[in-house]
């Protein structure tokens, strides 16, 4: 498994969505079947997003998923932090005082201060991160807003439109 | 598991060892024992640095490992990529055109060119590279110089040939 996963390429597919429509929530339902994924991979998806401030959930009929704060404030690696939780890009088990010359008792300046080889895994994870921190959910809008066609996102609106109504047109039948 | 994992973590460590040896060619045991690892993990290792150009392997009584270049010349990131292949930090699933919107058949700038998702954990990935790419064992061995005693060194030296005369006595006397 590749170390930023697919949970995260949806979820900031799925987000992108948030950044298009006009005045609606969406369900993670709802996002899920407008990006053609699986509904149940979104809806465990989007409550770690919501933990992590960069959504907010709405009950009730019209209830549903909104950004928490400006696309322009939420960065590609505050989505990758929420979704796959600050795991490390390399794992140290700190075998520098192992060496069979120290005979079971390393000397203080063989274990002291941090492993060379973590110290570069740290600063290879950490130009990584700064890449991931430059980018947020607008660059990555603006990077489709070029290539799609003015009635693109409309399109997007109107047909999240007709599920929102479609919910609630069922919850009012179930109610009556 | 992390994405560089514990085979890195403990190739590199061995490497180091044939930056210190002055004129010997411990065995990919020896160098497991010098390091207090285990002996059949560091010998599924080797190999791969040897395809990869990194080590050489001498056959015979004398045989065993050294660097095949210049240990200024093997950065960080040839001994990741020679251990664990060019595994991609993200393997984009490509995604984009299944939006419900298009109804099955997507429009040609939907899918054109780059993902902008895949293009930012492409960046991601090659700061990362560049840092790995940065470092050798040269630089690593240098931090590790600077902190052990003069007589570290010598002492290393002293265990491996004690290793290899005792395989060469083992040799002789299997032979005689």
């Given at each position: ?10 979820g900031i597919h799925c987000l992108l969505w948030l950044v298009y429509v ?9 996002l899920?079947?407008?990006q ?35 696309p ?65 959910l607008v660059?990555l809008s603006?990077s489709v ?11 997007v ?20």
């Amino acid at each position: 498994m590749a170390h930023i996963t697919n949970s995260v390429e949806y979820g900031i597919h799925c987000l992108l969505w948030l950044v298009y429509v006009d005045d609606q929530q969406p369900s993670s339902r709802d996002l899920a079947e407008l990006q053609g994924v699986s509904p149940s991979f979104i809806a465990k998806i989007f409550p770690k997003l919501e933990k992590a401030g960069i959504v907010r959930a709405n009950e009730g009929v019209r209830g549903g998923y909104r950004l928490a704060k400006p696309p322009q404030d939420i960065t590609v690696l505050d989505i990758v932090d929420a979704i796959e939780g600050k795991k490390p890009l390399f794992d140290c088990q700190e075998i520098r005082g192992r060496c069979a010359v120290f005979e079971g008792d390393p000397p203080g300046w063989a274990t002291s201060g941090l492993c060379s080889i973590h110290k570069v895994m740290l600063q290879a994870e950490k130009s990584m991160r700064d890449t991931l921190a430059q980018e947020t959910l607008v660059s990555l809008s603006q990077s489709v807003d070029r290539k799609a066609p003015n009635n693109f996102s409309p399109k997007v609106n109107v047909w999240l439109s007709d599920r929102s109504d479609s919910r609630r047109r069922k919850i009012k039948r179930k109610g009556s």
